[in-house]
């Protein structure tokens, strides 16, 4: 993955107070996004908004379209038209958008959506905050895919995330996803951007050999092969439909085979390069708590508790959600008496654990339905219940 | 004619009877009746149409625009002998 | 009875517009789209436009098969979807000419809101709708635009609903360019086409055109011959038509012509005035100052206008060196079968009647030629539709 320093015009160096919303705009800007298409919805319209705020002095490009439909659909053309593109939206929103996440998926299109979680299903809590949609990031739309989410617990993770998650989505060719929620959205906090040299980008790998050898894809399960973009003389195919190298429709069940294997294999096979977890204590633990995005801020107080009655337990915090840390928590597998997996859902990330753990740990988890984050007095009795 | 030098032009129609589905389009709009439809099937069993009088085509390529199936066209030929028989 | 194919292929003048390695295409014998895309290929001809610089975009339909043949940078969307990912095009990169080239269901069905906040914008792209009233691809399904009374495979007893006008739509929307023809004016198609290339602004093109195997069958239209015959005789040209009286009824007539030409600055000049207000005149877009882009504009518009005269000269050269030369040479090489005589008929359509009637009798068995004598109801076919 080979990287540059960040264009200085998009980097606001220097420290801010700021919320996570802003923030995903601020690292999007500094990552190079330079086309963001959006629609309002609460609780991630303050990116849409920080990005038209910065848009004319940055040389970018902001545009409200008239749906999230039409955003998605915009993003697509626009990383087609040669930029790094970035949409925001939330549940609803992110419901309308899975068609053409899976479009971007099929054509290996760069782009990243940032889905600022809210109490579900439906309306549900537009205020209020929530991790519902994990399995939604993962399975969204129709087909066999594969795609990268990221959580952030913070507004200073909101700005690397959003960096990181555009340097994956140009290496890998593939929608990333930036599963953040109302609490961490909209909490202001200290978020220190690093001067431009500090950053480091991975910029658009437009081919540029002969016109006769391009081919827009390439099936072998790695990510890393170059695009092109409109206007480049290429004149590039590219379709929904399963397709060949070149782009054009091959619609036989050898070639879906060939397409959905790469599909799959360029994000599972290089899962070790691409996950990032935090973790605290983890060796020789007894009780490991895996949690992500706010709830594992909620989890600090449970975790520093619980040592304070000497029990020996560990934090692991999922930066990356999808792909999975399968190999991490098996690794953990009889190792460890019990997980103990809070998150404000009703047992999403949870189910994933437990199928690593396969029997060989304990797993407890610790539900919330939305609207408000964990008491930490919840989270603290579930380590003591795992501890016995 | 008043027209002075002004000469009528001359084409030849290339046929591609592989592609064409028989849509009877060319024969139908051809402005001098050059094509008509042939008794020969393609391998698709469809009737392609073949140049009956191909001296009347006189490069309009009318029936290269109307072929939905791209499998007609026109070159222009050098028509100076004919026009001047015909003054 | 053998062309050539790898000769046909590279003289066809379609060679330079279209992925010949992809011919032959998939539309129905005697579909419209095939002479809208001759068309097109016409009107980027004439029109200059750096074919590196032209992107076609098409949802999904029958039409959206023209991105996958023509050979351009070309993108083939989700349904309904083409008109968003080309607006995404043309603001990454606004030197690009980017075209949606799709059916009336993909862009007036379910990608309708797209189509009136793109014409509401004043977004820089032409789009160009072939409307055959059904949704071909899935079988021949009512569209917004299928006439009252009409049969399609979901309106069995024929639709009650009221279709759009597409040009009152567009036009309503605040598209700044709006064309309508049928599929059997391609030279007037060529034209619109051309000027909607060149056009600032929001064009919309719309053409009628037939769906043999589906919408006219249905309904007992005949052919495609009979559909285009039909266009010939019921169309009314009018220019600059108020498009509120562009309604079309079942087999009623329809008003053609180009109705709407006016200029209007477009979404992305907006956006560069408001810019340029905020941030002074070093206002940069993807890096880019506006006089540089105005100055790589305009260049590009003189380097059009020289390929534009160029083709013209062409033409121009052509004629004259016809009128000067003298060799005459001899007809195409299809064969000439000796067929039996028959009595030249006077009008048009007797004369494919008898073409048809030849051909019948030319093969013993009975052929799948259909004999339909013009204007009589449709004969043995059966009358059971094929599901």
């Known amino acids: 993955m080979n990287t540059v320093s960040a264009d200085p015009k998009g980097v606001d160096s220097g420290p801010h107070f700021m919320d996570g919303d802003q923030a995903i705009a601020e690292g999007a800007l500094a990552a190079g996004c330079r086309f963001f298409a959006g629609y309002p919805i609460t609780p991630s319209t303050e990116t849409a908004e920080r990005f038209a705020e910065r848009a004319p002095e940055v040389g970018a490009l902001f545009i409200q379209m008239e749906d999230e439909l039409a955003s998605i659909a915009a993003l697509i053309g626009a990383a087609w038209g040669g930029r790094k593109a970035m949409t925001v939206t939330c549940g609803p929103g992110f419901s309308l958008m899975v068609e053409n996440i899976g479009l971007a998926a099929m054509t290996e299109t760069p782009l990243v959506i940032a889905n600022v979680q809210r109490g579900g299903p439906s309306t549900g809590l537009p205020t209020l905050t929530a991790q519902q949609d994990m399995m939604q990031a993962r399975y969204g739309s129709h087909g066999d895919y594969a795609i990268i989410a990221m959580s952030p617990d913070s507004p200073q993770e909101c700005f690397d995330v959003a960096v990181e998650a555009f340097n994956?989505?140009?290496?890998?060719?593939?929608?990333?996803?930036?599963?953040?929620?109302?609490?961490?959205?909209?909490m202001h906090e200290k978020v220190v951007i690093p001067p431009a040299d500090q950053i480091q980008v991975v910029p658009r790998n437009n081919y540029s050999g002969p016109k006769a050898d391009f081919r827009p894809y390439k099936f072998d399960g790695q990510g890393g092969h170059p695009m092109t973009q409109c206007g480049d003389g290429y004149h590039f195919h590219i379709t929904g439909l399963t397709h060949d190298e070149r782009g054009y429709p091959v619609m036989t069940a050898e070639q879906s085979k060939i397409v959905i294997t790469?599909?799959?294999e360029k994000i599972r096979s290089n899962a070790d390069q691409i996950i990032r977890l935090d973790e605290d204590q983890i060796d020789g633990a007894d009780v490991v708590v895996v949690s992500y995005g706010i709830t594992s801020r909620i989890a600090v107080k449970a975790i520093q508790d619980a040592r304070r009655e000497g029990i020996k337990v560990g934090s692991l915090r999922l930066i990356t959600i999808w792909p999975f840390c399968e190999k991490r928590i098996r690794e953990l597998t009889g190792k460890v008496k019990a997980f103990v997996v809070p998150e404000i859902n009703y047992g999403q990330m949870v189910l994933e654990v437990e199928r690593c753990a396969a029997g060989k740990s304990k797993v407890i988890s610790v539900n919330h339905c939305g609207g408000a984050v964990h008491d930490p007095e919840v989270i603290l009795d579930a380590i003591r219940k795992a501890n016995q | 004619m008043f027209f002075n030098?002004?000469?009528?032009?001359?084409?030849t129609v290339y046929i591609n009877d592989i592609w064409c589905k028989g849509c009877g389009f060319c024969v139908q709009f051809c402005p001098t009746n050059v094509l008509d439809i042939s008794p020969e099937f393609n391998a698709k069993g469809y009737h392609p149409p073949y140049a009956k009088n191909p001296e009347k085509c006189h490069d309009c390529q009318y029936c290269q625009m109307i072929c939905p199936e791209f499998s007609i066209f026109v070159t222009k030929d050098d028509e100076i002998a004919k026009g001047e028989a015909e003054k | 009875m053998t062309t050539d194919i790898g000769k046909f292929k590279h003289d066809s003048p379609m060679s330079g517009v279209l992925r010949m390695e992809r011919m032959p295409h998939i539309w129905c014998p005697g579909c419209g789209i095939g002479s809208e895309v001759n068309a097109f290929a016409e009107a980027i001809k004439r029109s200059g436009i750096d074919h590196n610089k032209l992107v076609v975009v098409s949802?999904?339909?029958?039409?959206?098969?023209?991105?996958?043949?023509?050979?351009?940078?070309?993108?083939?969307?989700?349904?309904?979807?083409?008109?968003?990912?080309?607006?995404?095009?043309k603001l990454a990169n606004p030197e690009l000419t980017v075209v949606v080239f799709s059916g009336e269901g993909d862009l007036v069905g379910i990608g309708g809101n797209h189509l009136i906040h793109a014409a509401r914008r004043n977004m820089d792209i032409v789009v160009i709708c072939n409307n055959n009233f059904t949704y071909g691809m899935t079988g021949g399904q009512v569209t917004p635009t299928t006439p009252t009374s009409?049969?399609?495979?979901?309106t069995p007893y024929g639709n009650y609903e009221y279709p759009f006008s597409l040009p009152l739509l567009a036009d309503a929307a605040g598209a700044t360019y709006i064309a309508r023809w049928t599929s059997v004016n391609v030279r007037n198609i060529t034209q619109s086409m051309e000027e909607a290339l060149v056009h600032k602004g929001f064009s919309f093109i719309e053409i009628i055109s037939p769906c043999t195997t589906l919408y006219l069958r249905r309904n007992r239209l005949g052919d495609g011959v009979d559909m285009l015959q039909y266009y010939q005789e019921n169309t009314v040209l009018k220019h600059g038509c108020d498009t509120r009286e562009t309604a079309i009824d079942f087999q009623g007539k329809i008003v053609v012509g180009k109705f709407v030409d006016k200029a209007k600055p477009t979404y992305l000049e907006a956006v560069d005035k408001c810019a340029v207000r905020l941030v002074g005149d070093d206002y940069q877009l993807y890096g880019k100052t506006i006089p540089e882009r105005e100055a790589e504009e305009k260049a590009e518009k003189e380097r059009v206008a020289a390929r534009r005269a160029v083709v013209l000269a062409a033409e121009q050269a052509a004629s004259e060196k016809a009128a000067v030369k003298a060799v005459k040479k001899v007809a195409t090489k299809a064969p000439v079968k000796k067929v039996a005589a028959k009595k030249p008929a006077a009008k048009k359509p007797a004369v494919k009647a008898a073409a048809k009637k030849a051909s019948a009798t030319a093969v013993a068995r009975k052929s799948a030629v259909k004999v339909v004598a013009k204007k009589a109801p449709a004969t043995a076919a059966a009358k059971k539709t094929r599901k």
Do not use: W
């Open chain 2, 5 to 11: 030098n002004l000469k009528q032009l001359h084409g």
């Open chain 1, 262 to 264: 790469h599909l799959m």
């Open chain 1, 168 to 186: 994956l989505s140009e290496f890998y060719r593939v929608p990333v996803i930036i599963l953040s929620d109302e609490t961490v959205g909209h």
């Open chain 3, 59 to 89: 949802g999904i339909g029958c039409t959206g098969r023209v991105a996958g043949y023509v050979d351009f940078d070309s993108i083939h969307t989700t349904h309904g979807r083409a008109i968003p990912v080309a607006t995404g095009i």
């Open chain 3, 150 to 154: 009409a049969i399609t495979s979901t």
